[in-house]
């Protein structure tokens, strides 16, 4: 396990534990700057563009849950799919038939997912990090059973609709550009909720049972707790995402939290730059909004997107966001800028 | 009573497929370190080559099996440790195993794209009908596919424990780096194993799409069960895989039979968390220690 969580990114731990401030600020400079201009960027897209994009949101907060989960405390979760799943149907089902704010909702959601990844990860990884892949995966497939056999409280295959839209501050956002705006100040707060969390101590003990489980042990970390932890609050996310799934679709079955989407969010992750806080946005970008613009592919996207994350993996293991990096680092070594951070 | 014996048939039937598929499974980790989350797909895929050799290339059944099956033991066992693990395992186990899974959303999708969304019927090279044994109406089907999956798993077995390439060959699993200060081709050995398990896959393939038709979709459950029975058996066992096999087979079955047939599935799921729970290292497997 150890050569597992150390191998995949020599520079990039190096390049954290370095250039932390600089690095870090840049990234709190892209979100920010990213949300301004997502903010504007739909204005005279339509329905239909500006609903792409607010996917892309929605799915790269899963994404960023999950790039916790796997990128920083390097978990295997099979799950992220059922936990958005989760935090869909009970956003839906609360708010269709309970009449429950969206707030409540979106809260209950993360909150029914934390403990159900407190649930899942105690037994699974007191045994081995990898028992937690086949783990989630069953809980996955049981999710999926669940959401469709169970019609009186899911509606099975039949799913449910007329899911409302949240309001703010007495503002509706049905419109498809006020809902949009909506899910950009979402994805801004929990993206820098976790860039908040990333470079807190907690953040910093979860990067250490990344790179050295056991020697990060022997410094004292429990790391049963934090890697508990870590998966928790990556599924908390999975669960914030369906819930704002929920009222962007106005309509859930069960079809898209099968196990495969499980899959395709994890290969979101790493196809972005696992461990990288703005991977996610990449990894899902590639995924949800590349394929919708490039219709001309049909549906042979899913096996190019397959394609390309295979080879991306086999020429560098840390995405794209990795592979910028190395060249950048590549490039500052030959112009003589001392960095002195490469291995 | 007769009902339960044939139910129990049944599940010993598709549990001996699993086990095909979780011994492979095994073998692959034992040598290589590799999970491939493809090897439900891996079983799926096949029975689909086969049946693409008939439609596209207008072969009789048989010819179609064998280029299948040659087809898929060069590109998926050869040719999935060429390009695939040797590449990539320098940089750890994570980034493979989500290799696998684009793989396996590679297959899917291909077997889906490139030949067809339904369920295709696939021929059986068994018989139909049932045999009267003591009172109970056994399928000539279950019967045929438990004898042949016992007999490759025995010549499997006879192989690894009587050949001196068996022997090298488990040698290379428990411990790489003794093999090879003995002298042994650790790289080809691991080589084989990969072959194997591409060999194995085909096996279950061509028994199983019989029975449950052959569909791209497919590999999602077959792959699951093989999970859990390397799992419920012990991960570094391969006759821990074969009973992982056998109970999970019969489990599912029972279940489908007197629990419900909605959430078969779901039973399975249990016993492995049940087997989590309780020994972890599954019912014949062995501690494994951590190292720093």
């Not at chain 2, 060069?74 to 990539?88: E, I, N, Q, S, Y």
């Not at chain 2, 009267?132 to 019967?143: A, K, M």
Request: with cysteine.
């Amino acid at each position: 396990m150890s050569e597992t969580a150390a191998s995949p990114v020599p520079a990039k731990a190096s390049g954290l534990a370095g250039g932390l401030l600089g690095r870090l600020d840049g990234v709190l400079l892209t979100l920010v700057a990213g949300a301004v201009i997502l903010w504007f960027l739909p204005v005279g897209m339509g329905r239909y563009g500006t609903y792409v994009l607010t996917l892309w949101l929605v799915t790269a907060i899963a994404v960023m849950g999950l790039n916790l989960t796997l990128g920083i405390a390097g978990l295997k979760s099979l799950a992220q799919g059922a936990f958005m799943g989760i935090g869909a149907y009970i956003t839906a089902i609360l708010g269709t038939k309970l009449g429950i704010d969206w707030y409540t909702c979106f809260a209950l959601s993360g909150l029914a997912c934390f403990a159900l990844g407190l649930v899942l990860g105690f037994p699974a990884l007191r045994v081995k990090a990898h028992y937690l892949a086949f783990v989630t995966l069953a809980f996955s497939t049981l999710v999926w059973l669940v959401l469709r056999n169970e019609q009186w409280l899911t509606g099975g295959t039949f799913g449910i609709s007329n899911i409302a839209r949240p309001t703010l501050f007495g503002l509706r956002t049905d419109g498809a550009l006020a809902f949009h705006r909506f899910v950009v100040v979402v994805t801004l707060i929990l993206a820098l909720a976790l860039w908040w969390l990333v470079r807190s101590p907690w953040g910093r003990a979860f990067l250490a049972l990344r790179e050295n489980p056991i020697r990060a042990a022997s410094l004292g970390i429990d790391i049963r707790a934090y890697t508990l932890l870590a998966f928790a609050i990556g599924s908390a996310y999975g669960g914030f995402a369906g819930a704002l799934y929920a009222p962007l679709v106005e309509f859930i079955d069960p079809t898209p939290f099968a196990l495969s989407a499980s899959f395709m969010l994890l290969l979101m992750v790493v196809a972005g730059g696992s461990g990288y806080q703005l991977g996610p946005f990449l990894g899902a970008l590639l995924a949800v909004a590349l394929p919708e613009w490039l219709r001309f592919t049909g549906g042979l996207y899913l096996i190019v997107f397959g394609i390309v994350v295979l080879l991306l993996l086999i020429v560098c293991p840390t995405g794209i966001l990795g592979l910028l990096d190395r060249g950048w680092t590549a490039l500052k070594a030959r112009f003589g800028a001392s960095d002195g951070s490469r291995p | 009573m007769a009902e339960l014996v044939a139910y129990i048939v049944a599940g010993l039937a598709t549990g001996a497929i699993y086990a095909l598929a979780a011994i492979g499974f095994t073998l692959v980790w034992q040598t290589s370190q590799t999970i491939n989350f493809a090897q439900g797909e891996y079983v799926m895929l096949p029975a689909i080559l086969i049946l693409a050799a008939v439609a596209f290339l207008g072969l009789p059944v048989w010819a179609a099996a064998i280029l299948g099956a040659a087809l898929f033991v060069v590109v998926f066992g050869l040719g999935f440790k060429l390009a695939v693990v040797d590449p990539m395992i320098r940089h750890g186990v994570l980034p493979l195993a989500i290799a696998t899974m684009a793989l396996a959303i590679i297959m899917k999708e291909s077997a889906k794209d490139f030949f067809s969304s339904e369920a295709q019927t696939f021929p059986s090279p068994f018989p139909a009908g049932a045999v009267d044994v003591l009172g109970v109406s056994l399928s000539l089907q279950h019967i045929a596919i438990i004898a042949v999956a016992f007999v490759a798993i025995g010549a499997l077995q006879w192989f690894v424990t009587a050949t001196r390439t068996g022997r090298q060959m488990q040698a290379t699993a428990q411990n790489p780096g003794v093999a090879l200060i003995l002298g042994i081709p650790v790289a080809r050995m691991v080589m084989l194993t990969f072959a194997i398990n591409a060999g194995l896959a085909v096996l279950a393939s061509v028994l199983i799409s019989p029975i449950y038709l052959a569909k791209f979709s497919n590999g999602d459950v077959i792959g699951l069960f093989a999970f859990i029975a390397a799992i419920v058996g012990g991960f570094n066992q391969v006759r821990g895989a074969l009973a992982g096999g056998l109970i999970v087979g019969v489990v599912d079955s029972l279940a489908a039979a007197y629990i419900s047939s909605s959430y078969r599935l779901a039973v399975p799921l249990v016993l492995l968390v049940v087997i989590i729970l309780v020994k972890p290292e599954g019912l014949f497997g062995r501690r494994e220690e951590r190292r720093v």
